[in-house]
T-cell receptor
Framework: DAGVIQSPRHEVTEMGQEVTLRCKPI?????LFWYRQTMMRGLELLIY????????DSGMPEDRFSAKMPNASFSTLKIQPSEPRDSAVYFC????????????????FGPGTRLLVL | LAKTTQPISMDSYEGQEVNITCSHN???????ITWYQQFPSQGPRFIIQ???TKVTNEVASLFIPADRKSSTLSLPRVSLSDTAVYYC?????????????FGTGTRLTVIP
């Protein structure tokens, strides 16, 4: 398996522009997570999906951020308009479903997208 | 919210055992404790997971006391390739997105 695939790996854009980050989870995984990583705040969970349905987006910082998962093999995270403070590494991760009473399953992370907003 | 506290950094010589402790005073009944390893320019990678007592796999051991308010990741005989950031994650999907908290991790540097 190729693992979780993210694109682009690097993105440089100007403030106010729309940014779209893409993720292909591991085939068969039914949970998909979007994270943001910065030096100051570490790794933060933004939103997660189960079977393509957004379950909790309470980690999304603002309305400028949106995420979709149109099918089991593709998800996008969009920032519109982008701001310099959005500069970070964005990770996508996926996992198999688990018995909810047991706890979280192992998450498999992609290589990340390094975003720089000027 | 099961937030975690870890040392910011640690140094160790090659061949020594390294113990990294994570505090999670507000851990909930359903929460599992998971440790991840992250190398530069890569995503975090699963190391080990536990709920209570001790768990051991081929790369590490995880010690969890009875009150579960802390946990210790033990790496036996570290090598230079173990230099990375280690995250303690406490949470469960039952609680929603804000119940999964990675924090800033512990930067381990292995010295020759």
């Amino acid at each position: 398996d190729a693992g979780v695939i993210q694109s682009p790996r690097h993105e440089v854009t100007e403030m106010g522009q729309e940014v779209t980050l893409r993720c292909k989870p591991i085939s068969g995984h039914d949970y998909l997570f979007w994270y943001r990583q910065t030096m100051m705040r570490g790794l933060e969970l933004l939103i997660y999906f189960n079977n393509n349905v957004p379950i909790d987006d309470s980690g999304m910082p603002e309305d400028r951020f949106s995420a979709k998962m149109p099918n089991a093999s593709f998800s996008t995270l969009k920032i519109q308009p982008s701001e310099p403070r959005d500069s970070a590494v964005y990770f996508c991760a996926s996992s198999l479903s688990s018995d909810a009473s047991v706890g979280q399953e192992t998450q498999y992370f992609g290589p990340g997208t390094r975003l720089l907003v000027l | 919210l099961a937030k975690t506290t870890q040392p910011i950094s640690m140094d160790s010589y090659e061949g020594q055992e390294v113990n990294i402790t994570c505090s999670h005073n507000n851990i909930a009944t359903n929460d599992y404790i998971t440790w991840y390893q992250q190398f530069p320019s890569q995503g975090p990678r699963f190391i080990i997971q536990g709920y209570k007592t001790k768990v051991t796999n081929e790369v590490a051991s995880l010690f969890i006391p009875a009150d579960r308010k802390s946990s210790t990741l033990s790496l036996p005989r570290v090598s230079l390739s173990d230099t990375a950031v280690y995250y303690c994650l406490v949470g469960a999907l039952l609680g929603g997105a804000n119940n999964l908290f990675f924090g800033t991790g512990t930067r381990l540097t292995v010295i020759p």
